[in-house]
Every structure is written in structure tokens, then in C-alpha cells.
């Protein structure tokens, strides 16, 4: 049986990172989206730790990685990505980034280039989130909208926690949750602080990296897996911006949990090829 071991990463003076590794082979490094930990993985985790070194981060301000008041936005947390392959020694990686963890691979890749990358996954995040231009361009959503869940949500514990339900309910999972379920995934992302939850929404609905997107499509073998609900439009602004990324369809916003096996099958063929 293979054991997982926690670490923790030094990335600042007094400001380390809590780092899942496990399994062994070549190295697939997973980053959490949005106030999310490494327990949303659990389910690759358990698959990709057979035939593969398995990497999950808690980034900064995440999970069991220091609270910090500084560098919570994706500019630092690509710094710090950088400084936890380096500590541990990877080599020829496959980044897989979930939501605004994609951000942090694609500000990794804007830093340090590719001469450390194998192949890049990126689940269900555009590389820019905001654009006046919502009815053709691939958003979270529309201006008036994010500018509601900043000011009013993200500003009391209570408001982060309405806000997480009613994400999770209507965009992350596509079946009903169970009470207990539901509650396990809004504490997952109570753990970041929600003044520090605010500033990375800010950080990453103003991030813009479709240079970066499409560099790296050109660059290494790329993934790209979308959720049903934007399928169309996602497709069509992934195909503009990364042209030479493979896209999936899956599930909603949180398909690797949900549809874990559909999940695995497709990262795996990808791998494979």
C-alpha cells in the first residue's frame, strides 16, 4: 500500500505550504481552484498514485498552508509553485490546475517557461474571467454579478459561506448534495479567511493570461476540460486562444469529485498519448 506523506514548503520567511506527495513515477502536480485544499483531489489521488508520483498543494492562505497577509494573489502563487517543484525536486512535470489554480500555472509558465514541463491540464477556467464583451467571450460571469459577489459575499464569514453554497448547489456539482456534502465543501473553503478570500477573487477576475494560454498550447501537449454548462461558448474561446489544446467535456465546475472515474479516464488517455 502506497503511504501519503504531508510536508510542508518554506516558500517565504515564515510562510510554508502544505504539500500532499505520494506514489512514484513520472510527477502530475495538482493545484486546488479558489479557497479549495487538497482533499477535493482525494479521488486522484487514490488513481494516479499507482502509476504516477502524485503532487497536491495547498497554496498560500488554502487549507493547512500559513495564513498569510500578504501575496494572495496568483502573481505570488506562481512564485510559489516554482519554489515547491524546486524544493522537491521535480522534474518534467504535468501541472494540472483547477479553476484559478490554472491561473497559477499559467503565471508558473509566464516566470520560469517550459524547460521543466512534460504537459499541462486545465480544468475549467478561463485565462481571462472578466470581459465586456460576456455574451461571445468565456466569463465567470457578468460584470455586475462579480461585482456583487466582491461587495456584498466575500465580507463577513456568513457571506463566504452563503456565497460557497450557492456555487457549489448551482455551478461546482450537478446532482444533489447530501446536507453532509455540502457542508464538508463549504468548510473546505472556510479554511482561507474571507478577507483573504476576497482578495484573491479580485486577484484572479482581473488576471488576463490568454498569452500565456495560447503559448502553451503551442508549446507542450495541453488539456483543456470544460464544464457542460459553458461547453459551447468555452470551446469556441478555447479554441481562439489555445488552438493546438485537446478539449473534454465533463460534468459541472467540480467534475473530477463528482465524476471521478470519467475524470481519470480522460487524464489518463491523455497521458498515455
Same mark, same amino acid.
Given at each position: 500500500?502506497?503511504?501519503?506523506?504531508?510536508?510542508?514548503?518554506?516558500?517565504?520567511?515564515?510562510?510554508?505550504?502544505?504539500?500532499?506527495?505520494?506514489?512514484?513515477?513520472?510527477?502530475?502536480?495538482?493545484?486546488?481552484?479558489?479557497?479549495?485544499?487538497?482533499?477535493?483531489?482525494?479521488?486522484?489521488?487514490?488513481?494516479?498514485?499507482?502509476?504516477?508520483?502524485?503532487?497536491?498543494?495547498?497554496?498560500?492562505?488554502?487549507?493547512?498552508?500559513?495564513?498569510?497577509?500578504?501575496?494572495?494573489?496568483?502573481?505570488?502563487?506562481?512564485?510559489?509553485?516554482?519554489?515547491?517543484?524546486?524544493?522537491?525536486?521535480?522534474?518534467?512535470?504535468?501541472?494540472?490546475?483547477?479553476?484559478?489554480?490554472?491561473?497559477?500555472?499559467?503565471?508558473?509558465?509566464?516566470?520560469?517557461?517550459?524547460?521543466?514541463?512534460?504537459?499541462?491540464?486545465?480544468?475549467?477556467?478561463?485565462?481571462?474571467?472578466?470581459?465586456?464583451?460576456?455574451?461571445?467571450?468565456?466569463?465567470?460571469?457578468?460584470?455586475?454579478?462579480?461585482?456583487?459577489?466582491?461587495?456584498?459575499?466575500?465580507?463577513?464569514? *456568513?457571506?463566504?459561506?452563503?456565497?460557497?453554497? *450557492?456555487?457549489?448547489?448551482?455551478?461546482?456539482?450537478?446532482?444533489?448534495?447530501?446536507?453532509?456534502?455540502?457542508?464538508?465543501?463549504?468548510?473546505?473553503?472556510?479554511?482561507?479567511?474571507?478577507?483573504?478570500? *476576497?482578495?484573491?477573487?479580485?486577484?484572479?477576475?482581473?488576471?488576463?493570461?490568454?498569452?500565456?494560454?495560447?503559448?502553451?498550447?503551442?508549446?507542450?501537449?495541453?488539456?483543456?476540460?470544460?464544464?457542460?454548462?459553458?461547453?459551447?461558448?468555452?470551446?469556441?474561446?478555447?479554441?481562439?486562444?489555445?488552438?493546438?489544446?485537446?478539449?473534454?467535456?465533463?460534468?459541472?465546475?467540480?467534475?473530477?469529485?463528482?465524476?471521478?472515474?470519467?475524470?481519470?479516464?480522460?487524464?489518463?488517455?491523455?497521458?498515455? *498519448?
Amino acid at each position: 500500500m502506497t503511504v501519503s506523506v504531508g510536508k510542508y514548503v518554506e516558500v517565504d520567511p515564515g510562510v510554508e505550504l502544505y504539500v500532499q506527495d505520494i506514489g512514484s513515477g513520472d510527477p502530475i502536480v495538482f493545484i486546488p481552484g479558489f479557497t479549495f485544499t487538497t482533499e477535493v483531489f482525494t479521488h486522484q489521488v487514490e488513481h494516479f498514485a499507482k502509476t504516477n508520483r502524485v503532487i497536491v498543494i495547498d497554496p498560500r492562505s488554502h487549507g493547512r498552508s500559513s495564513i498569510t497577509l500578504q501575496g494572495n494573489d496568483y502573481v505570488t502563487h506562481g512564485t510559489d509553485l516554482a519554489k515547491v517543484l524546486d524544493a522537491l525536486q521535480l522534474k518534467n512535470v504535468t501541472l494540472a490546475g483547477w479553476s484559478f489554480g490554472c491561473l497559477t500555472v499559467w503565471e508558473y509558465l509566464k516566470q520560469n517557461g517550459y524547460d521543466n514541463v512534460k504537459s499541462l491540464i486545465f480544468i475549467d477556467m478561463s485565462p481571462k474571467a472578466l470581459s465586456t464583451n460576456d455574451v461571445e467571450d468565456w466569463v465567470e460571469g457578468p460584470l455586475g454579478d462579480i461585482g456583487a459577489i466582491y461587495n456584498t459575499y466575500l465580507r463577513n464569514p *456568513a457571506g463566504q459561506r452563503e456565497f460557497m453554497k *450557492a456555487y457549489t448547489t448551482s455551478v461546482m456539482v450537478q446532482r444533489d448534495v447530501t446536507e453532509d456534502e455540502l457542508n464538508w465543501l463549504v468548510e473546505q473553503s472556510l479554511k482561507t479567511p474571507y478577507y483573504i478570500a *476576497a482578495n484573491l477573487f479580485a486577484s484572479g477576475m482581473f488576471s488576463d493570461y490568454r498569452e500565456e494560454a495560447n503559448e502553451a498550447s503551442e508549446t507542450v501537449p495541453t488539456l483543456t476540460i470544460v464544464a457542460d454548462h459553458w461547453a459551447d461558448t468555452a470551446i469556441a474561446f478555447t479554441q481562439k486562444n489555445s488552438p493546438k489544446t485537446s478539449i473534454e467535456v465533463l460534468g459541472g465546475h467540480l467534475m473530477f469529485w463528482e465524476h471521478s472515474e470519467k475524470f481519470n479516464k480522460l487524464v489518463e488517455k491523455f497521458l498515455k *498519448a
